[in-house]
């Protein structure tokens, strides 16, 4: 998991905006994990204070306050690692449904340990099964809601980025402040981009990352570019097409680099007028 710092407007790293898989991270670079945690025991010390689930008149304030900091801290440390896991795997996935995946798989330990922490605090007899499933679905509502507004700010990251490895060849077909938001290791000649929600899918021939970037800003800055759009969420290079298939009416162009792009109707003739497939 990498990301790159794009230079601030005055030429420096400090005020920089980093992307990982397409979430915008503003944490600074080195201790994510030390920023991060302390947010979550921040929320863990403000459930301490509301104390939900008649935790706030069944137990004292220390014991609330620990109970609820520490299974907070449990339930977004598994949360993360999971979603660390599924960062790559999980790519092309809308951010807020992979970190909710992440978190109701998360869960399914915080449910046991919140049932062992009941049986040490509240509880005198023993949790079955049924009770655990039951306690997931509060523990599942509380790892959903804490993972995904923190997602946006990187808040669910537990190692500080990387930088990939050196590239010291430049990517000439692409505009330097989109290559600088991508990273290292995606950076070379572009392939083709793609709308993803509200974000920008580039694709190289290194892969593809996401950037926090509107479709048609990105159009813009490749207007030099020799190229064409062949769908509503679809832009290629021109020599990046290795063949056109044609199923009746449905047209496929496939890249260089193996990705299968859909032609639209709308877009059919501009394709055909670039000789891409035959009249």
Do not use: C
Not at 6 to 15: E, P, R, Y
Not at 110 to 139: C, H, I, M, N, P
């Amino acid at each position: 998991m990498t990301v790159d710092a794009a230079k601030d407007n005055d030429g420096n790293a400090g005020g920089s905006e980093d992307f990982v898989n397409g979430v915008h991270v503003s944490a600074r670079r080195g201790w994510p994990l030390a920023r991060n945690a302390l947010i979550v025991v921040g929320v863990g010390a403000a459930l301490g204070r509301i104390g939900p689930f008649d935790t706030f008149s069944e137990l004292p304030g220390a014991t609330r306050y620990a109970y609820w900091i520490g299974l907070t801290l449990l339930v977004w440390l598994q949360t993360a690692a999971v979603l660390h896991l599924l960062r790559e795997p999980l790519a092309r996935w809308p951010w807020a449904a992979r970190t909710a995946l992440a978190a109701l798989i998360g869960a399914v330990p915080g449910a046991f340990e919140v049932a062992w922490a009941e049986s040490l605090l509240r509880v005198t007899r023993d949790l079955a099964l049924l009770d655990v499933a039951k306690l997931y679905g509060d523990v599942a509502l509380i790892a959903v809601g804490l993972a995904l507004p923190l997602e946006p700010i990187g808040g669910n990251l537990l190692f500080a980025p990387r930088p990939g490895p050196d590239r010291t060849e430049p990517a000439p077909v692409l505009p330097d402040d989109l290559i600088a938001s991508l990273p290292p290791e995606r950076r070379g000649s572009l392939v083709a981009l793609e709308a993803d929600d509200h974000y920008l899918r580039v694709h190289t021939d290194r892969g593809h990352a996401l950037v926090h970037r509107r479709f048609g800003d990105a159009l813009a800055q490749v207007a030099n570019v020799e190229g064409l759009r062949v769908h509503r969420s679809w832009w290629v290079v021109r020599s990046a097409v290795t063949r056109a298939e044609r199923d009746g009416d449905r047209v496929t162009l496939e890249l260089r680099n193996g990705l299968r792009v859909p032609v639209s109707r709308t877009y059919t003739l501009a394709v055909r007028n670039a000789g891409i497939i035959p009249s």
